[in-house]
């Protein structure tokens, strides 16, 4: 094998969460055979530091980067991803991806899931943060400046919501910028055709022990 490719990470953005440093997590990955890796949820001050990381000479593993465009709550931060528009030039170590938002909680807020959590971890359904017109709206701004999309989704609910938000979106037209789902962790059966027609890339992030879940002993952390 050349090399792994880490579809969905945060190692350089947040390398303190391993008691490390960012030279020393490249390092990390690198051994472990991961020569390229998406970088999610980067915010402006983040763009600014890997470029200078770059000019220092300091990035030594291939990195894509996510722009937030809406952040783990669920706000939008308006559209300053548009002065960082996607790359693609061959051979570069550091390009832009495209951007990244929430459609659901998991980092902010619970999942949201379309079975009643227990009442002893306070009931309800999860938090999305959208409806299907409004998650289509804010996507169709993303998706008409060019940029590959990725949104989080760990609910089932939440899945749904983006699979639909896509499909109007694109309104019959092959999804040719790749927009993606990310975690997938709960899927509903009704929605596997969507996958199949829409053909998102669904990067999948660990299992969710869902009994667990209603009986109330908690969602895993992500």
Known sequence: MPGFVDGHTHILNFPWEWGTDRDSTQRLALQSGITTLAEMAVEPWFVDEMEQVVRDGKLIIRTSLYLMFVDACGQTTGDWYT?????G???EKL??????GFADGGT???PAVSVEYSEWHGGGTGDLWFSDAELSRVIAEA???????AIHACGDRAAATVLSAYDSVLDGQPNTLRHRVEHNTLVRPASRSLYDQIDPIPSLMRYAPTCRILRGEGWPSY
Do not use: L, M
């Open 143 to 149: 998706h008409d400046a060019g940029c590959q999309v």
């Open 89 to 91: 030039v061959f051979g």
């Open 83 to 87: 002065q960082y528009p996607p790359t």
């Open 108 to 110: 902010c807020g619970d």
């Open 95 to 100: 390009r832009i991806g495209g951007v990244k």
